[in-house]
């Protein structure tokens, strides 16, 4: 058995972005690997085996019969594999009853094997510099943030009126949130200092989802920008604070527009695979100059609506920013005792009650016995 990790580093397809007169070795190196790999028969007991994370710039030869091909894609773990993970690693740790794999694995959406094996071993070091007998949840929140966030940084110090943006900042994202129907669960929004830069983060539970809507990723926008939104509303002044958020929307907007054609104006047209690997863009200056007016009009739309949301829940806002300043960390339950549950789900529970009522009174009806008549 013959494995190759990293087999893009000389399989990238061939005759891409090669200047006229140049010797590239790894096409030589490539090309040597298809006429040995023609070698071998189906009695020879050899088994090429070979990985990457980007099957899309392989050479179309490497992937003939013959070849490689047998393609195995490996994404990363859903819900249950991540709980199915959870429990390998968690057999070398002594854990508290309360610590339950599948609560972990809700908490955890995106995280690869590597991931979940970080947290375990950043749970089990935080544990036990407090000496503790076993590892309980709270050093698996903890272990998440670190994680997530970063290292936090006991020593920064940070002046009151820089650390009152950052809280409001925190709390416009927390709102908006917290409002749109289609933005995922808050978890916990805090202030404390984590990382390099990282002065503040909320921190959301996305659905396990495989595709989404134009709506979803409009509020997924909106929601980002509600930390300079809501800078902009108090102070009326807005700071570098919300680079990372700009970078995001920017990402997404032109991702909407230009990938998964979701704009009127550009049409149902996707330039992602054209793109990959050439110098020029796949498309016309015409056609660049109405992309880059698509995106700004996107952006600044679901700007001011974070805006006009902020404006309409101020109190909220006011509120969860002074609680915040205080407490430096919030959870989903606090933020429910201070500005009431989400609409979104009180209005799933609400249905979801008179369903269950429905149900029970046609029962009860049946159950009654008929009279004469009726029969």
């Known amino acids: 058995i013959v494995f190759i990790d990293e087999i893009d580093a000389i399989g990238r397809a061939r ?63 859903d819900l249950k594999g991540r709980q199915d993970i959870f429990k390998v690693h968690l057999k070398n740790i002594k854990t508290a009853p309360e610590v339950n794999p599948q609560a972990l694995a809700e908490m955890t959406p995106g995280f690869a094997g590597a991931d979940i094996a970080n947290v375990c071993n950043e749970a089990a070091l935080i544990a036990a510099r407090f000496n503790k007998k076993a590892v309980d ?86 929601m980002t920008f509600g930390g300079r939104a809501a800078e902009s509303i108090i102070f009326g002044k807005i700071s570098t604070g919300a680079q990372s958020d700009l970078d995001q929307v920017t990402k997404m907007a032109y991702s909407m527009v230009t990938v998964f054609g979701m704009n009127d104006k550009v049409g149902q047209v996707s330039f992602y695979g054209l793109q990959q ?49 205080e407490k430096e960390v919030l959870l989903k339950s606090d933020v429910e005792k201070l500005i009431g549950p989400r609409p979104v789900d009180a209005e799933t529970q609400q249905q979801s009650e008179q369903n ?16 004469e008549k009726e029969v």
């Open 15 to 77: 005759g891409r972005n090669i200047f006229q007169g140049v010797n590239d070795e790894r096409e030589n190196t490539l090309n040597q690997l298809l006429v040995e790999m023609d070698g071998f028969s189906t009695d020879k007991g050899v088994i090429l085996m070979a990985a990457t994370n980007r099957p899309d710039v392989l050479d179309t030869a490497l992937l003939r019969p013959g070849r490689f091909d047998r393609q195995i894609g490996i994404d990363r773990p």
């Open 137 to 222: 949840m709270s050093d698996f929140n903890n272990a998440l943030d670190r994680v997530i966030g970063g290292l936090e940084k006991k020593n920064k110090l940070i002046s009151a009126q820089e650390k009152e943006i950052i809280d409001y900042h925190e709390g416009g994202h927390a709102v908006c949130g917290w409002f749109l129907e289609h933005a995922s669960p808050l978890v916990k929004v805090t202030i404390v200092r984590r990382g390099i830069g990282t002065l503040g983060y909320a921190q959301y539970l996305p659905k396990e989802e495989y595709i989404t809507r134009t709506e979803q990723l409009l509020d997924r926008m909106c």
């Open 277 to 325: 690997d050439q110098f020029q863009k796949p498309y016309s200056d015409e056609t660049a100059f109405m992309i880059d007016d698509e995106v700004r009009k996107l952006l600044d739309s679901q700007y001011e609506r974070a805006k006009a949301l902020l404006r309409e829940r101020r109190k909220e806002l006011e509120i969860l920013a002074k609680t915040l300043l």
């Open 356 to 371: 269950n009522g429905t149900t029970a009174a046609k029962t009860k009806e049946e159950e009654q016995p008929k009279t």
